[in-house]
Structure formats: C-alpha cells, structure tokens
C-alpha cells in the first residue's frame, strides 16, 4: 500500500511539471518577435569602412528599448524582398516604438549606392561580384582596374548596388520615436527623418543655390583657379574675336592626352545622373555648354604631347584637312570659344615643351579661343615638375585661365592617381554629396575643371544670355 502511494505522488509531480511547462512555453510563444531580416556579415563588414554620418540626438519624450547586438557570425543571412512578411514588418515597427499607421504606404523607389569593399583573404573578383549581385566587369570600370586577377587582401573596392530604402508613411505616428538607421543613396549609414504630418501642397518657388564654396579640400580656390583682373580683361577680348569669327558661345572643345578622355572627364554631365551636391550653382553653365561635355574630338588621343597636337601625322584622317593636325582640325569642326588644354604628362624636355605650347596656346588666341591651361598631377619622366612649373608661366605670361589641379592634388592619397603613376583614380557615381567625392582624382579635377570655365562663362557672357539654351544641330 506504501508502494502505491509512493508511485501515485512521483505521478502527480511530472503531472503538475509538465502543464509548467506547457504554460512557460505558451508565455514564450505569445511574446516572441519574428526576426527582422538585415544585411548579412560580410556586407556590413564593407559598410563599416564607411565613415558614418553624424545622427540627430534621440527624442527626449521616448526611446526604444537597447537590445545587446548581434556578433557579425550572429547575423541572419539577407533575405529577398518576397520573404519579408506583413507579421515582420509590423513586429519591427513595434520593437522601434512606431505604431503602425492606417495610411497606405508609399512605394519603395529603387536607386543606385556606392559601398566599400574591403577585399578579405581568399576572395577573387568573381566572389566579390557574387556577393553583391554585380557583374564583373562592373567592378573592373568603377575601380578602374584592368586585370581581374590583380586584386590584393586590404584593397578597398567600390560596390555600386541597387537598393531600395522604404519612405516613412504619411500618417502621424501615434508616439515619438528615436530615428532608425537607414541606406541612403551614397550608401553611407544617416538616420531617417522623424515620420510627421503630411502637409497641405502648396506653390514654392525653386530657390537659388548657393555660392560656390571659396575652399575645396582646405584650400582656397583662388590658389587652384587662376584668373586675375588682368587676365579677365584679356579673355573678353579674346571672346569677341572669336564671336566675330563666328565661334560657338555655348561649345568648349578639349585639347590633350588621356586623362580628359571619355567617359570620365565631365562626360557624364552632358547625359547624368549626376548630383552636383554643394556645387549646384554650376548648374546654369552646365545648361549653356550642354552637348560639350561628352564631345571627344579629334584632339584627344592616349600618348598625345604638345609636340604632335600640331602634326598632320597624328590628326584624324577620315574628318581633318591635309596638312591640317589635331588642334587645327578640331577648333575648324567644333569652333568652340573656350578649349581645356592637358599637355604635358608624355612630354620630355622642358625647353622644347615650353616652345611647343606657346605654338598651342597662340594659335587657341589667333582663332578667338579661350585656352584654359591645366597642370598634371603625374610626375612621369618629370621629377623636378618642370612641366607644371612652365604651364603656370606661360598662363602669367599670355594672361590665360590656369585651372592647377597639380597644387590640388598634392593633398590627395597617392596624388589622386591609380597604381600606374599617371592616370586619375575614377569617381563613377558623380555623386558629390558623398565625403569622398573630392578625394578621388577625377572628382577633384573635374570639379576644378568646371568651376574654372563657371568662372570664364560669367566673365565673357552677359546675364541676359545666360539662359539661353544651345542650339539644336
């Protein structure tokens, strides 16, 4: 009888823990959060070498719970759009505090973002572009590389990928919430804008934007754009010769070697996209000049120097006259009023480059050419910086334009060049919002280049015609 009641009490315990259990489970299950989909490790691994922007202090009134966070080996992997539930989004709305809204929300717009990658030990250029769904040879234009093979441990990589960031809705939230993290178009971590009322639309007129800054990378730009009074005075002459020979107010042609190549010297402001961020007043000259900035011309060429600018040998022969060499043919064809001239990089000899560019530069005057003289960054066959030491005394002399790129770049890493010594390393979202938008070589240099000729056009163009769009050919 002892026995039976012994067994009968053992019984009941596991009875009673097991409806414990049963009801601690339940509990769990009632308050379980669904997990939130995320970037997965490696992704923000490469964000990480992002400077992040500066965030707004959190709402004094409420703040969201802090939640230790995950190691990057704890992170989910990414999911897809379509594995996103309505259950998800609103657990996530409910762990930020945010009470989801009745409104209907409005749709995600897809755009382009520039990430760094930092290559890491045992990753080729076809896992790197598997990881972001981008194509090889994607990453070989945007990072200017030639070889995929060429790639070391440590490298950063820029990543240009479509995401897609989801707007806040237009209903008020029912509480203040602290601004969540979010991917802006530069693929730089900012914060989300506190979600308010939408208002009532109503007429604003476009504003002016505002003046260009007077200090780029910390130097002024009277020391990098060089255009006295003197030499103001000088190029409204030279315009009105050449509107008397009948050059084309709103054509610029470009005179050099490869690094005012396309695509990546000013083209794409011709076609986009472009954000021209705190420059947005170069605006109306980029208007003006529409049609030039993607011309290539019959003066550019790889290997071009100021001895064979003028050489029937070197000029095109399917467009160029007999006996008629690249500069000539090309101010024939396009009779431009202003010319960017980049010489010097494939010349040696500082005597006989300094001979040839007074025959340049003449002949820019002689034809009502604005020439606007560019120094080089490159210290190719060019030690002592001969090259860029004459370029800055023939624009005192002759009283032209001189746009220094050469004193810009010093600050930059490795000068702004590529592994090569001479070529520009690129900037392909053309977006100068970004921080590192001035410090890549062709971001710094076509800026400088732009707001030299934004100089010129205000000095020779009278406000009135400003305006005035280019004619259609």
């Given amino acids: 009888m002892r026995r039976l009641l012994v067994i009968l009490g053992i019984a009941g315990a596991l009875l009673c823990a097991l409806e414990l259990g049963l009801l601690v489970t339940l509990a769990v299950r009632a308050t379980a959060v669904p997990v939130v989909p995320t970037l997965d490790a490696r992704r923000i691994a490469a964000l990480a070498t992002i400077p992040p922007s500066p965030s707004p202090s959190p709402s004094p009134t409420s703040q969201p719970t802090q939640t230790p966070s995950a190691t990057p080996t704890d992170l989910p992997p990414t999911a897809s759009p379509t594995e996103t539930t309505p259950a998800q989004t609103e657990s996530a709305q409910a762990v930020a505090g945010l009470a989801t809204p009745s409104a209907t929300r409005i749709p995600s717009t897809p755009h382009m973002a520039t990430l760094v990658h930092v290559v890491q030990p045992g990753e080729t250029l076809t896992s790197i572009a598997e990881l972001y769904g981008v194509s090889v040879g994607d990453l070989l ?32 939230p029912s509480r203040t919430f602290s601004p969540l993290p979010t991917l802006d178009d530069l693929g730089i971590l900012t914060a ?42 000088h190029i409204r002459e030279i315009y009105a010769l050449g509107q008397e020979l009948g050059n084309n107010p709103h054509a610029f042609s470009k005179i050099g070697d490869s690094t005012i190549e396309n695509p990546h010297f000013m083209t794409r402001f011709d076609s986009g996209p472009y954000n021209l961020g705190e420059f947005a007043a170069l605006q109306p000259m980029i208007d003006y000049y529409h049609g030039s900035f993607s011309r290539q011309g019959v003066a550019i060429k790889r290997g071009m120097n100021s001895w064979v600018i003028t050489d029937p040998m070197w000029a095109d022969p399917t467009q160029c006259e007999p006996n008629e060499g690249p500069l000539a043919c090309e101010i024939r064809l396009n009779r431009p009023s202003v010319a960017f001239i980049r010489l010097g990089t494939n010349d040696v000899g500082s005597e006989g480059f300094r001979e040839n560019m007074r025959q340049v530069i003449q002949y820019c005057l002689d034809h009502g050419v604005i020439p606007l003289i560019g120094t080089k960054a490159d210290r190719y066959r060019d030690e002592y910086n001969q090259v860029n030491a004459i370029l800055r005394e023939l624009a005192a002399e002759y009283h032209v334009p001189l746009w220094d790129f050469d004193r810009a770049s010093q600050i930059l ?35 400088l280049a732009m707001m030299t000729l934004d100089q010129v056009w205000r000095e020779v163009t009278p406000p009135e015609q400003r305006t005035e769009p280019p004619e259609t050919p």
Avoid: C, K
């Fill in 413 to 447: 890493p490795d000068h702004g060049m590529t592994d090569d010594g001479t070529h520009l390393t690129t900037f392909f979202t053309h977006d100068y919002r970004a921080s590192y938008a001035l410090w890549t070589g062709y971001g710094l240099h076509n800026i």
């Fill in 192 to 233: 989300t804008p506190t979600a308010s009322q939408t208002p009532t639309p109503t007429y604003t007129p476009t504003p002016t934007p505002p003046p260009l800054p007077t200090m780029i990378i910390g130097l002024p730009t009277d020391l990098l754009i060089l255009i006295d009074d003197t030499t103001r005075a």
């Fill in 141 to 172: 234009a945007l990072n200017d590389l030639s070889d995929a093979n060429l790639i070391a441990e440590g490298q950063r990589l820029f990543v240009a990928v479509l995401v897609t960031d989801t707007p806040a809705p237009s209903a008020t």
